[in-house]
């Protein structure tokens, strides 16, 4: 198996000097093609700041990230924000739809930045939509769905491009519990289809879906294991 997440020695301070924090403190961790990997940590573990370092939404202080084989430590914001579009599907824990957009319209978004053309992007999103089952609910807005069918389209828009990774950040955070299980089973069959899924959670229960869990405490990976 590849790596596809390959983070070496990464360090994020802020406040550098007196008053400094290590939000990440000497991280190092990989990520293969085709895992299932959640990263578990309290409140101020600094599981926040090492989404933001694998999303690409952040650089670090010093160390290495290579993602997908290529070294994205220090690139510049619009380097990073290539990198987002092309790389990574993210499922947020607050949907983040267009109010006034339909699901189809919501899913196509993505598509639209890779210069995906109409008709290519409006097949891609609607078959999304179907994966996850939300084939009857194409045409409705968010506003006209419950919290989890409106997770579902976020899942359908995060996979709809086929990134190479999928980063769900507490993406049952906003659900209830019948709804957070079929969040969980939707994930669990795309990995079976060999998605890569980082989930980041601060629930042992909802980590438990994951092959494999990582847990941080204090900017350090205190803990890595498989299930299998």
Same mark, same amino acid.
């Given at each position: ?8 020695? *990464? ?7 007196? =008053? ?5 403190? @000497?991280?190092? +961790? /990989?990520? &293969? ?9 309290? /409140? @101020? ?11 690409? +939404?952040?650089?670090?202080? /010093?160390? #290495?990230?290579? *993602? ?11 380097? +990073? /924000? ?6 990574? @599907?993210?499922? $947020? &824990? ?6 006034? *957009? #339909? ?20 097949? *891609? ?21 419950? @919290?989890?069918?409106q997770q579902r389209v976020a ?11 999928? +980063?769900?950040? %507490?993406? #049952?955070? =906003? ?5 957070? &299980? ?10 079976? &289809? ?14 438990? =879906? ?7 405490m204090d900017g350090k990976i205190? %803990?890595? $294991?498989?299930?299998?």
């Amino acid at each position: 198996m590849d790596a596809l997440i390959d983070v070496r020695d *990464l360090y994020k301070i802020y406040n550098p000097g007196e =008053n400094e924090v290590h939000a990440l403190d @000497g991280v190092s +961790l /990989s990520v &293969q093609k085709g895992e299932f990997v959640a990263i578990i940590g309290h /409140s @101020g573990s600094g599981k926040s700041t090492l989404m933001n370092m694998l999303g690409c +939404l952040d650089v670090p202080t /010093s160390g #290495t990230y290579i *993602l997908n084989g290529r070294d994205v430590s220090s690139l510049s914001d619009n380097e +990073l /924000s290539e990198v987002r579009n092309d790389e990574i @599907g993210f499922i $947020f &824990q607050g949907f983040n739809l267009i109010p006034n *957009l #339909t699901a189809v319209e919501n899913v196509e978004l993505p598509l639209i930045y890779r210069k995906v053309d109409k008709n290519t992007r409006r097949k *891609l999103a609607e078959e999304a939509l179907e994966k996850v089952g939300l084939g009857e609910r194409m045409r409705h807005k968010p506003s006209e769905m419950s @919290g989890g069918q409106q997770q579902r389209v976020a899942i359908a828009r995060a996979i709809a491009a086929a990134p190479p990774l999928i +980063l769900a950040d %507490e993406p #049952t955070g =906003n659900l209830d519990s019948k709804s957070t &299980q079929d969040i969980m089973n939707i994930l669990d069959g795309l990995n079976e &289809q060999g998605n890569t899924i980082v989930l980041i959670t601060h629930d042992d229960g909802i980590a438990a =879906n994951a092959r494999r869990v990582v847990r941080i405490m204090d900017g350090k990976i205190v %803990e890595d $294991f498989c299930r299998d």
